[in-house]
């Protein structure tokens, strides 16, 4: 079955750039969507569609997708960006959800 | 504003069935999206379960797929979840969503969650 696999976990210091990673096996040739999903709340979709943001979510969330990665990248990091997130694609008639990155900001 | 809402048991004893239903607001659940059920035991990632389409057509997450039965009720507008011969291993928080299935699929509303205890 297909996999997705992220870094457990990414530091980054508020106002740096994090980028947070998921590999597949040819990811770029399917679409890989991203959710934040803080402690105690549902989780949020921030990117789908590779590079698409979806209203309300900041200009600061980017995203991309080539060969076997996908990365979301957040711009001058806040605190409030804190969390959990994790990439999602969809291979041979199955949602593929990967394990997750904690993203801490210092 | 379209909400999603799970209802259902919060304790389910082991080897029984797990129950759930997700009601949705403001919103026509045949309207052309499928509808999802994901979970995150404690601890742990997401785990998506299955989803479904209001004429039926149902998908499901291979690992699971003999245990789990995903059914739509248009006239009340929810879909429900039945997860059969839970074990301790079944516990977690049990997310309903919305997937949008335009040219990719993925979920863009989620509800608030459920925690479902096997005890």
């Known amino acids: 079955s297909y996999e997705l696999t992220q870094p457990p976990s990414v530091a980054v210091s508020p106002g740096q750039t994090a980028s947070i990673t998921c590999s597949g096996d040819k990811l770029g040739n399917k679409y890989a969507s991203w959710y934040q999903h803080k402690s105690g709340q549902s989780p949020v979709l921030v990117m789908y569609q590779d590079s698409k943001r979806p209203s309300g979510i900041p200009e600061r969330f980017s995203g991309s997708n080539s060969g076997n990665t996908a990365t979301l990248t957040i711009s001058g990091t806040q605190a409030m960006d804190e969390a959990d997130y994790y990439c999602q694609a969809w291979d041979s008639s199955a949602v593929v959800i990967g394990g997750g990155t904690k993203l801490t900001v210092l | 504003q379209v909400q999603l809402q799970e209802s259902g048991p919060g304790l389910v004893k082991p080897s029984q069935t797990l129950s759930l239903t997700c009601s949705v607001s403001?919103?026509?659940?045949?309207?052309?999206?499928?509808w999802g059920w994901i979970r995150q035991p404690p601890g742990k990632g997401l785990e998506w379960i299955g989803s479904?389409?209001?004429?039926?057509?149902?998908y499901y997450n291979p690992s699971l797929k003999s245990r789990v039965t995903i059914s739509v009720d248009t006239s009340e507008n929810q879909f429900s979840l039945k997860l059969s011969s839970v074990t301790a291993a079944d516990t977690a928080v049990y997310y309903c969503a919305r997937m949008a299935t335009v040219l990719s699929w993925y979920f863009d509303l989620w509800g608030r969650g459920t925690l479902v205890t096997v005890s």
């Open positions: 479904i389409y209001h004429g039926g057509n149902t």
């Open positions: 403001n919103y026509s659940i045949t309207t052309g999206h499928y």
